[in-house]
T-cell receptor
Framework: QKEVEQDPGPLSVPEGAIVSLNCTYS??????FMWYRQYSRKGPELLMY????GNKEDGRFTAQVDKSSKYISLFIRDSQPSDSATYLC????????????FGQGTTLQVKP | DTAVSQTPKYLVTQMGNDKSIKCEQN?????MYWYKQDSKKFLKIMFS???????INETVPNRFSPKSPDKAHLNLHINSLELGDSAVYFC????????????FGPGTRLTVT
């Protein structure tokens, strides 16, 4: 069993829809939770990070962490065709090594 | 200006050859990483250097050898390439204290035939 599980999709939604992307994990030592976005043939770019539990909002994006369930989510409101990409969750323990454990990524397509 | 750059972008080579990938960052970061992304998009860390010191060395064949001449550069040398080495290799960097905020390069797509 992988430390971080993420449904690869693909997920196809109409423009304007609310998108929910999720990851589950098994390592209770994870403290930092990140979402990266990767466009086709590009490197991942950090969207948001959350430390420990709770919610964080940035524009149309909301990240949620439920440590009791070992479950994290990314919500995208008013989705746009430009949001079409692969979304990777990543997690790390509370250390300064920078060792991130990534999920497989969910491919999202937002249709106009 | 490109923050994290990698060369080459594409690399096609035959089994048994030795090749190198170069990475440079102009963000002033002190930590750099190499990741491998396989055909199923799994992104897995291979190595990490902080101020030229090896910090992370995951279970990677010793045919892979990183080298950091200074904190702005991290190169990856691969000996005796195998078919299974075909993947996209990403370089990334971050600043101490913000290890989760990693900036990735555009990737090097390696194909071994």
């Amino acid at each position: 069993q992988k430390e971080v599980e993420q449904d690869p999709g693909p997920l196809s939604v109409p423009e304007g829809a609310i998108v929910s992307l999720n990851c589950t994990y098994s390592n209770s030592a994870f403290q930092y939770f990140m979402w990266y976005r990767q466009y086709s043939r590009k490197g991942p770019e950090l969207l948001m990070y959350t430390y420990s539990s709770g919610n964080k909002e940035d524009g149309r994006f909301t990240a949620q962490v439920d440590k009791s369930s070992k479950y994290i989510s990314l919500f995208i409101r008013d989705s746009q065709p430009s949001d079409s990409a692969t979304y990777l969750c990543a997690m790390s323990e509370k250390s300064n090594t920078g060792k991130l454990i990534f999920g497989q990524g969910t491919t999202l397509q937002v249709k106009p | 200006d490109t923050a994290v750059s990698q060369t080459p972008k594409y690399l096609v080579t035959q089994m048994g050859n030795d090749k190198s990938i170069k990475c440079e960052q102009n963000l002033g970061h002190d930590t750099m990483y190499w990741y491998k992304q396989d055909s199923k998009k799994f992104l897995k860390i291979m190595f990490s250097y902080n101020n030229k010191e090896l910090i992370i060395n995951e279970t990677v064949p010793n045919r892979f050898s990183p080298k950091s001449p200074d904190k702005a550069h991290l190169n990856l040398h691969i000996n005796s390439l195998e078919l299974g080495d075909s993947a996209v290799y990403f370089c990334a960097s971050s600043q101490s204290g913000f290890p989760y905020e990693q900036y990735f390069g555009p990737g090097t797509r390696l194909t071994v035939t």
